[in-house]
């Protein structure tokens, strides 16, 4: 069965600081897609970033950046220079690319980041 | 484009009682998705459509759980004698049925609390 472990369901970060959120995958398949998304307070889940499991460098979107080792199955999210707007729920999907259930998003239960003034 | 609507952004209702919820996803979207998250869960996934027909189905809903996307537009999700179990936030996103990977927009959901 595909699977999303989260295991930190917290983390604090000092502002400025860098923070590494942890995720690995489990599935058999061979190619899908790996995102990470954030959830404010407000409820809505913002995309932050893509990891293709074909591609062979690591994503990277501004402050954002995917460290994607598919051998350990793990595609953990780098926040660099964290600011006290990250603070949020972080959630870590996959999406299988072929087969029934293409497209829909498989979530892990999320990390709750806390970033200190 | 004003991105996903989700309506109502709350509902109250009696255990027993039917809702109805709405999702009008970004217009050049031919997905659309139904989404539940329990407090301190990730979403979990319902149901989805390409244009007006429903795809999959997830064993989650029951059936008292029906979802529609008449004309392939906006969708609704319908449950009928709600059981405080059915608490939750109801996520809907779109997107294109393609190669974007980055396609997914959520709305902001409906959170819905059965009393």
């Known amino acids: 069965a595909q699977k999303i472990t989260q295991t930190q369901p917290g983390m604090f970060v000092q502002e400025k600081e860098a923070v590494t959120l942890d995720c690995t995958y489990d599935?058999?398949?061979?190619?899908?897609?790996l995102f990470w998304y954030k959830q404010p307070s407000s409820g809505e889940m913002i995309f932050l970033i893509y990891q293709g499991s074909y591609d062979e460098q690591n994503a990277t979107e501004g402050r954002y950046s995917l460290n994607f080792q598919k051998a350990r199955k793990s595609a953990n999210l780098v926040i660099s220079a964290s600011q006290l707007g990250d603070s949020a729920m972080y959630f870590c999907a996959m999406r299988p690319n072929y087969g029934g259930s293409q497209g829909n998003l498989i979530f892990g239960k999320g990390t709750k980041l806390s970033v200190k003034p | 484009d004003t991105g996903v609507s989700q309506n109502p952004r709350h509902k109250i209702t009696k255990r027993g009682q039917n809702v109805t919820f709405r999702c009008d996803p970004i217009?050049?979207?031919?997905?659309l998705y139904w989404y539940r998250q329990t407090l301190g869960q990730g979403p979990e996934f319902l149901t989805y459509?390409?244009?007006?027909?429903?795809?999959?189905k997830s064993r989650l809903l029951s059936d008292r759980f029906s979802a529609e996307r008449p004309k392939g537009s906006f969708s609704t999700l319908e449950i009928q004698r709600t059981e405080q179990g059915d608490s939750a936030m109801y996520l809907c996103?779109?997107?294109?049925?393609?190669?974007?990977?980055?396609?997914?927009?959520f709305g902001s959901g409906t959170r819905l609390t059965v009393v």
């Open positions: 459509f390409q244009n007006e027909a429903q795809l999959e």
């Open positions: 996103a779109s997107s294109w049925a393609g190669t974007d990977p980055y396609g997914y927009t």
């Open positions: 217009s050049e979207h031919n997905r």
């Open positions: 599935t058999s398949d061979q190619s899908y897609g």
